[in-house]
């Protein structure tokens, strides 16, 4: 029988994103909000196309009663309150509705295989869809207005009072590697070790369905128990486990903290440098966990005095990083947690990696969602600003993953693509955010909610 001890239920963690799966990554996020706390982008602030009339907007039925709250656990926020509005949004572009139809409809397909688990509605909408000529932005516009509801999502604080929800953004990083160990290549990317246990305690209990721990088995007064799995400090550095994760070890990258940021966003590109594989590029993604809660890095500068809150971002840590290399290990094992990978086929490289919805990612139309709140595969249309400029960013994206950081309602992280100019603008996303999600008419939030959960 295996004993599992008290301790190691603080363990308990959902599903990530990028994690997904951390959904692929604790992983999934890379944004300063997750570093506090925890491709190529699409053209942003397009205007319509010259001599296009707009979308028209329908008029809508008259507002119902608001759904009443729905309760759960978060970070930043203890209720929600649910809205529907009959104002549709005027600052969609007709570019986006264009380049958002295509992914629309691979969520239908993602959606038609969860037919058992949604709402008839769904399947209805997604049926009226494909009648659509995708480069027809006024029937798109139109589309919408017909078949759907908005609902504003409005976060509410420990007093009951409304308040913005948080945009952050993360991006799959692209790293050189090699298959061996070099002088210059030395820090491992490993597979997940034969003696990590995963326990799903939806097996024991049902209400615990999403939940998990995780450990490692040990002998003790002759029985087996269930321990913590080893840390992050203790995995890359403890003289007793030294050499562990290079005997699990799927490739080698030279940085230890571009290595981390890759377990943060939970999946990444590889550009292989040596060997009969030069040239060639592989996709790890997110396989496992170690068990330990994150803890921020960019939390930890700030506490140490390093960084005021206000300058936390994916570059002003690197920078730290490189004027302190004495530290580094220092700051990445305030971290204990620790994410292991499994190599992926590469498939079209304009393609995002697998997210939660098990669909490729969408630069710049994908979003990392709690699906408590906002169901997978679901159509949203986000009010925000834009990371580099501060410019309006309104548009419509779809809840494609979902991430460890990500909990509460109105809570995103938008998918910048992949490379270093994604990465350069999901390292600047931290903004207040609006969000609408768009309902097929008669299915009301409370009822999306509580499929999501099942």
């Known amino acids: 029988m295996i004993h599992i001890p008290t301790l190691i239920w603080s363990y308990i963690a959902t599903t990530h994103r990028p994690k997904r799966q951390h959904s692929q990554a604790l992983a999934g996020i890379l944004s300063a909000s997750i570093l506090l706390s925890a491709c190529t982008a699409m053209p942003l602030g397009v205007t319509p196309a010259p001599n296009r009339k707009p979308a028209p907007v329908l008029p809508l039925p008259p507002p119902a009663p608001p759904a009443p709250p729905v309760i759960g656990s978060q970070s930043s926020a203890t209720s929600a309150r649910f809205e529907r509005i009959d104002t549709a949004p005027s600052d969609l572009t007709d570019d986006n509705h264009i380049a958002a139809w295509p992914v629309w409809l691979a969520s ?11 709402d008839a509605g769904w399947i209805k909408v997604c049926a009226a869809a494909k009648l659509i000529n995708p480069k027809d932005a006024v029937a798109i516009g139109a589309y919408w207005n017909a078949h759907f509801d908005l609902w504003r999502v409005q976060p509410l604080d420990e007093l009951g009072a409304p308040t913005l929800g948080k945009m952050t953004g993360y991006y799959e990083p692209e790293l050189k590697g090699s298959r061996q160990r070099t002088r210059l290549f030395d820090v491992p990317l490993a597979a997940t070790p034969t003696d990590l246990v ?3 305690l939806a097996d024991v209990a049902p ?5 998990r721990v995780r450990g490692r088995l040990i002998y003790q007064d002759k029985q087996r128990r269930l321990v913590p799995y080893w840390s992050r ?3 890359t550095s403890s003289q007793r486990l030294r050499g562990f994760l290079d005997r ?9 903290l571009d290595a981390f940021l890759l377990q943060v ?12 594989d030069n040239g060639r590029v592989i996709r790890l993604g997110y396989a496992d966990a170690n068990g330990h809660p994150y803890r921020s890095i960019g939390r930890w500068l ?4 390093q960084l005021l809150p206000s300058e936390v971002s994916m570059q002003s840590i690197k920078a730290w990083a490189e004027a302190h290399p004495q530290r580094v290990d220092e700051m990445l094992n305030h971290n204990p947690s620790y994410i292991f990978f499994r190599e992926l086929p590469l498939g079209d490289q304009h393609e995002g990696p697998l997210g939660a919805f098990n669909l490729p990612l969408s630069a710049g139309l994908s979003i990392a969602v709690d699906p408590s709140y906002t169901p997978l595969g679901t159509p949203v249309v986000m009010s925000g600003t834009h990371p580099e400029t501060n410019a309006p960013l309104t548009r419509l994206v779809f809840a494609h993953d979902t991430g460890s950081d990500i909990k509460g309602p109105a809570r995103i992280d938008l998918f910048w693509g992949s490379g270093r100019q994604a ?4 390292g600047r996303s931290n903004a207040p955010v609006s969000i609408m999600m768009l309902l097929p008419k008669g299915l009301t939030p409370a009822g999306a909610s509580a499929r999501a959960r099942e």
Do not use: T, Y
């Not at 239908?108 to 949604?118: H, N, P, S, T």
């Open 233 to 235: 400090e203790e995995l």
């Open 248 to 256: 699990h070890a799927l490739v080698w990258v030279a940085n230890p």
């Open 108 to 118: 239908c397909e993602g959606l038609a295989k969860r037919a058992a688990k949604i």
């Open 265 to 276: 966003q939970g999946s990444g590109r590889i550009r292989l440098v040596h060997g009969p």
């Open 302 to 305: 700030v506490e140490q005095g």
């Open 198 to 200: 995963r326990v799903e």
């Open 423 to 426: 990465g350069e603008l999901a």
């Open 207 to 211: 209400e615990l369905a999403g939940k």
